[in-house]
């Protein structure tokens, strides 16, 4: 059997876990804007998920978002830490949603970053298996332009989009196409069923998925904060930090203070 997968990290801080978790067709440098203002409350870990930046060589096999949830989980386990603050962006949302399920006793919170729990429509499964076959034909390098403009607000600093598009280009062709399938097959989840104190960011103009259903999403599951990003697009932890590491602040704050 191959040697199990080791995902790589980012880390600042210390103290309980902030496990943060990237989008699609992301790495940990996502998270570059929370690395150093959360480190004043949690050990921030940021990951690469497999097959992609610090993480160790993926098996030639196809994935699923639950081998994304259990590479979470046996990353906390060789970390030597307890359970975490859990926050995904997008398809880091469903990778936290699936990594609840299944590892329930990992998480002490759940955050989630303009993502949603409903799986994909058959237009959205269309359009998984269209960009997989462009990544296969053009690379990763034609994902930019399809992408990057539909997830960064028109009123967003350049840097961001350029930011993107650097991650984008270097994710494995491979990789993309294995995440493409595994969003694609993914199951829905139910935000009723959540159990642990959570949290709902949203960017106010994300294209990509509308703030309106976030906020649907987030009065569904019991006890949820929700939180309007204002100026953001799709990828509001870049896009609007300051607005993000706020909230995050003070919803894990009210955590420590047992609230
Ligand atoms: C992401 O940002 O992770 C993806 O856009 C999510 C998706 O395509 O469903």
Redesign the pocket.
């Known amino acids: 059997l191959p040697s199990p997968i080791v995902l790589g990290t980012l880390q600042s801080g210390s103290g309980r876990p902030l496990l943060l978790v990237h989008?699609?067709p992301f790495d940990a440098e996502q998270w570059s804007e929370q690395m150093a203002p959360l480190a004043a409350r949690r050990r921030v870990v940021a990951v690469d998920l497999r097959g992609r930046g610090r993480s160790t060589h993926a098996p030639d096999v196809d994935w699923t978002l639950d081998t994304h949830a259990d590479d979470l989980a046996r990353t906390l386990d060789e970390l030597g830490v307890g359970p975490a603050d859990v926050v995904g962006?997008?398809?880091?949302g469903y990778v936290a949603f699936a990594f609840l399920l299944r590892h329930p006793d990992k998480v002490a919170s759940l955050t989630l970053i303009?993502s949603k729990s409903g799986g994909d429509t058959p237009e959205a499964k269309h359009g998984r298996d269209e960009n997989a076959r462009i990544v296969r034909e053009h690379g990763t390098k034609a994902l930019v332009p399809l992408l990057v403009p539909k997830?960064v607000a028109p009123t967003s600093p350049a840097w961001v989009g350029q930011k993107l598009s650097v991650m984008i280009e270097r994710t494995p062709p491979s990789t993309c196409i294995r995440d493409l399938m595994a969003?694609r097959d993914r199951p829905d989840s139910d935000p009723a069923a959540v159990r642990v104190p959570a949290l709902v960011l949203h960017g106010a103009l994300d294209a990509?998925m509308p703030v309106a259903a976030a906020r649907t999403m987030a009065a569904a599951i019991p006890g949820a904060r929700f939180v309007e990003i204002p100026g953001s697009g799709?990828i509001a932890c870049l896009e609007n930090a300051d607005a993000v590491n706020q909230a995050l602040s003070s919803f894990l704050a009210q955590l420590d203070r047992g609230a």
């Open positions: 989008g699609f962006l997008s398809m880091g303009d997830l969003m990509l799709h």
